[in-house]
């Protein structure tokens, strides 16, 4: 190579270097020039839609879950008579009012009383006292006695023992066994009987706490996960299938944690009304039951409806469809769950764009 052709080189080198960094510069500006003088897209115009119709329709939410009913009864009355269980003469769940057999020993009736103090001695002729009282009270409601309630065992209620006695085919002496009445504090009443101890054939000493009184309703309880106590805050209606396919109405009233980590649900009937009505002795005394619920949630509403995915929210919070014209119409959101909401604003029928991301 010559000493010319060298040292044109380079110079030519730098030349090209230069044209190409100004070419560079040039498409630089023109871009952010162009970039900085076009507006912002309008989205709703440029983003893919679809369109769906406004109809009418109804929005909600449940879950579909176990409730516990069961029942807590607690200690009511001790047996006194000794001997052997003849007979069983109630259930567990009966209701019992005064004078009703519970079960016999030696043949001779155990009956069931109101009254806050448990038989404790033999009640006869000059007998003073509040369970004389309590023994006036039970004769007077079965028609039996009517004297003073005045805790004298005087003729009167010697009269009316003999009768009561009568009526139950025991001998007619007057004088009420401490083992003839069981006392509790509240008739009528749900009773179960501890089976263990008051069976046919039972050897009883004396002294056994055998009668336990049911509340009016068994406790209802749902046990939940921590995700689906959160959609149960206090107040949300569960629907719950009774044991003889009816519906029943409770409404979450608690939660706690349990032993295990497990959160339980308490329901309430509504207003303190009870959850089982009147059919409350459906539900086993002796075990737990299991009935289907579904925790609403979201309450169902009825209106138009429209997928959640056509409101489009303003800068002001306002919420709005668009029609398939490219209208914008505010909308008022009633309710909205499981991706569908119920809208006012528009009328029914009205076509509105859904709004998704193009390719």
């Known amino acids: 190579m010559s000493d010319t052709a060298a040292g044109r080189s380079p110079r030519w080198a730098r030349w090209v270097t230069g044209l190409l960094i100004a070419v560079v510069a040039g498409a630089g500006v023109g871009w952010a020039a162009t970039t900085a003088l076009t507006p912002p897209r309008d989205v709703v115009a440029t983003t893919a839609f679809t369109l769906v119709e406004v109809v009418p329709g109804e929005v909600g939410s449940s879950i579909n879950l176990n409730t516990v009913a069961q029942w807590t009864p607690v200690p009511a009355g001790s047996n006194q008579a000794v001997g052997t269980v003849t007979s069983v003469n109630v259930t567990a769940g009966q209701s019992v009012a005064v004078g009703a057999t519970l079960y016999t020993v030696n043949l001779r009736p155990v009956v069931i009383a109101q009254g806050q103090v448990p038989a404790f001695r033999a009640l006869a002729q000059d007998a003073e006292g509040a369970d004389v009282t309590q023994l006036q009270q039970a004769l007077t409601d079965l028609a039996l006695y009517i004297g003073a309630v005045d805790g004298q065992f005087g003729p009167r209620t010697t009269t009316a023992v003999k009768t009561w006695q009568k009526s139950l085919g025991v001998p007619a002496d007057g004088v009420v066994q401490p083992g003839d009445i069981i006392f509790v504090p509240t008739l009528p009443t749900q009773v179960a009987l501890d089976t263990e101890i008051i069976t046919r054939g039972a050897l009883l000493t004396g002294g056994e706490n055998v ?147 193009a390719d």
């Open 211 to 357: 009668v336990r009184a049911l509340p009016a309703a068994p406790i209802f309880t749902v046990p939940v996960s921590e995700s689906q106590a959160a959609l149960m805050p206090t107040g949300t209606r569960v629907e719950i299938t009774s044991i003889d396919g009816g519906l029943w109405e409770g409404f979450v009233a608690d939660q706690v944690v349990d032993d295990t980590g497990m959160i339980v649900i308490t329901l309430a009937g509504k207003d303190g009304a009870l959850i089982c009505a009147d059919a409350c002795a459906s539900v086993p005394v002796t075990e737990q039951s299991l009935l289907s619920s579904r925790i609403v949630t979201v309450e169902s509403i009825s209106g138009l409806i429209v997928p959640s995915a056509a409101l489009l929210s303003t800068a002001d919070g306002t919420a709005t469809v668009v029609d398939n014209t490219g209208t914008s119409h505010p909308v008022t959101v009633v309710t909205s769950a499981r991706g569908m909401s119920v809208i006012d604003g528009v009328a029914d029928g009205t076509s509105v764009r859904i709004p998704v991301t």
